[in-house]
């Protein structure tokens, strides 16, 4: 064995003071996510999100050390843009980041211009959920559009929309990157402008997959996300996904009734999406025309 994994996210000097009992490499659970985050990334906002996240990461892991990054270097946790240099020391990193920062800030720039545009012609939409949810495969089947999809960890890193019509309203959907229990803090900050997509919704899609034994807790984890974005009042569909895989369907009653503007459906066999357009129908004229427009003017002054 090379390699010790900790399922819980590890301060440096605990990081530091295992490896020197151990004699051996010690990852936390922050580290295995960096490193899937860095196999995901392929355009160049996701690549400089990563990149930036991995640099918040390792900054404080090298206090003390007294050795250079190459410590860490090779294998598991260290994968990806940002790790292209062996020998980072401290002051190099916060160039790094200063950098990524800025490189960021106009990628946001640029976003931002487009949300306007959106905003004056379209519903905004996103669809957000745990994980390997389905929300890929979702936004596919509302679109009619091929969408990359896999059923796999943090499949989507960068947002990914699409305009689908429904009745007489064009709605644009956005596919987010996938929630997490215990989100790690440098994850959350990278990925600030991923996650604004969220913030300047109209209506927030949380999709659950139904088929998994945990998944009140992932949607707990999910609310709580949303909370902290200031999300959690936003209006909301509640869309039970992989209805397929469930062995008995009657327990999805239980589900939907206990929760308004909810739904069963299928996402990958396209089961139930005219009922998912139905309940968003009823939604919208739930939610009053007026705070719309009064919320759509708000984001346009920010």
């Given amino acids: 064995m090379d390699l010790v994994v900790f399922n819980e996210e590890l301060s440096p000097s605990q990081t530091r003071n295992l490896e020197n009992e151990l004699d051996i490499k010690v990852i ?22 990563v990149a930036l996240a991995q640099s918040y990461y390792f900054l404080p892991r090298l206090v003390g050390k007294g050795v250079h990054l190459s410590r860490l270097g090779g294998g598991i946790g260290t ?10 020391d401290r002051r190099r990193i916060r160039k790094r980041i200063s950098s990524l920062k ?24 996103s669809i957000v959920g745990y994980t390997n949810a389905g929300k ?21 890193l960068d947002p990914l ?16 990157v996938g929630f997490i229990q215990d989100l790690p803090t440098c994850l959350f900050s990278a990925f600030r402008a991923t996650l604004e997509e969220i913030v300047l919704s109209d209506i927030v899609l949380h999709i659950v997959d139904i088929s998994n034994p945990n998944f009140k807790n992932q949607m707990a984890s999910c609310e709580r996300i949303l909370e902290e974005l200031s999300c959690a009042s936003y209006p909301r569909i509640i869309v039970f996904n992989k209805i397929d895989l469930l062995s008995d369907r009657d327990i999805l ?17 396209k089961e139930n999406i005219n009922g998912l357009f139905l309940v968003f129908l009823n939604l919208l004229k739930s939610f009053l025309p007026h705070n719309l427009e009064n919320r759509r003017k708000g984001y346009l002054c920010m």
């Fill in 28 to 49: 936390d659970r922050s580290g295995i996510i960096l490193d899937i985050f860095a196999q995901r990334a392929k355009t160049k906002e996701a690549k400089v999100q």
């Fill in 79 to 88: 994968r990806g843009p940002g790790e292209q240099a062996l020998e980072y």
């Fill in 102 to 125: 800025k490189e960021l800030l106009t990628i946001e720039k640029e976003r931002k211009e487009q949300r306007k545009k959106r905003k004056r012609d379209f519903l905004l939409c």
């Fill in 136 to 156: 890929s495969t979702l936004l596919a089947s509302l679109s009619d559009e091929v969408v990359h999809s896999d059923d796999k960890l943090f499949t989507t």
């Fill in 161 to 176: 929309s699409r305009r689908v019509r429904i009745g007489d309203c064009d709605v644009i959907f956005t596919d987010t």
């Fill in 253 to 269: 009653s239980c589900f939907t009734q206990e929760y308004p503007h909810s739904i069963g459906i299928s996402a990958k066999n």
